[in-house]
Structures are given as structure tokens and as C-alpha cells.
Nanobody, 121 residues
Framework: QVQLVESGGGLVQPGGSLRLSCAASGSIFLINAMHWYRQAAGKQRELVATTTSGGSTNYADSVKGRFTISRDNAKNTVYLQMNSLKPEDAAVYYC???????????????WGQGTQVTVSS
């Protein structure tokens, strides 16, 4: 079974930085796109950043210039470097990935359980 596990969340002051990690484990043949979503209390889940298997990236307008998504294919891991954090960035951050467990399987889609990011002084 494939699992995605996020880590790196915590409490940070406004203007501070955090680096989130999401590691995929289990049966993994290929990983296509990987994404970071977030969901603040009382709000809809929103897409924050995407990285394709080729390394292309996309960001929500609200985080452009402050967040950087990257991946380490050897470790089956995606990262989100968050700088200049604002109170409105506070949310549970979720990893989402498109994974082919074996060559016989179709592409399947997986969510992590989320990691809490709190931005407060």
C-alpha cells in the first residue's frame, strides 16, 4: 500500500520560514505530478503548488515569490519551502500525488494526512 507522510509543520512567527516534506513509501513504480494543498479552518481546500515529473512548477498567486516546491525523485519526496510567512498561510498542509504502484497498475491518486502550520506571534 502506498502512503504519503507529511512532516515539518509547526509554529512560526510572521515573516519566518518553514520547510515541509512529504515522503511516499510502499509499492512505487512511478510518480507523476506532486502537489501541496492547504485548508484553513472554515475554508475550502486550495491548491498551493505543483511540480511535474519533469520539474516544472506552478504556484497559487497568493504564495508566488514566497514558496518554492521541489522534489527529490531518489527519495520519493516533495518539499515546500515557505518563506515570509503570513498569518493567512496558517492551515493544514496536505501532500497529493499521482502514483503508479507497479507497471501493471493504472495511475492512482493519494493524499497524506496533513501537517499543521501555525503562523502567530
Amino acid at each position: 500500500q502506498v502512503q504519503l507522510v507529511e512532516s515539518g509543520g509547526g509554529l512560526v512567527q510572521p515573516g519566518g520560514s518553514l520547510r515541509l516534506s512529504c515522503a511516499a513509501s510502499g509499492s512505487i513504480f512511478l510518480i507523476n505530478a506532486m502537489h501541496w494543498y492547504r485548508q484553513a479552518a472554515g475554508k475550502q481546500r486550495e491548491l498551493v503548488a505543483t511540480t511535474t515529473s519533469g520539474g516544472s512548477t506552478n504556484y497559487a498567486d497568493s504564495v508566488k515569490g514566497r514558496f518554492t516546491i521541489s522534489r527529490d525523485n531518489a527519495k520519493n519526496t516533495v518539499y515546500l519551502q515557505m518563506n515570509s510567512l503570513k498569518p493567512e498561510d496558517a492551515a493544514v498542509y496536505y501532500c497529493y500525488a499521482q502514483i503508479r504502484p507497479t507497471w501493471r497498475d493504472p495511475w492512482r491518486f493519494y493524499w497524506g494526512q496533513g501537517t499543521q502550520v501555525t503562523v502567530s506571534s
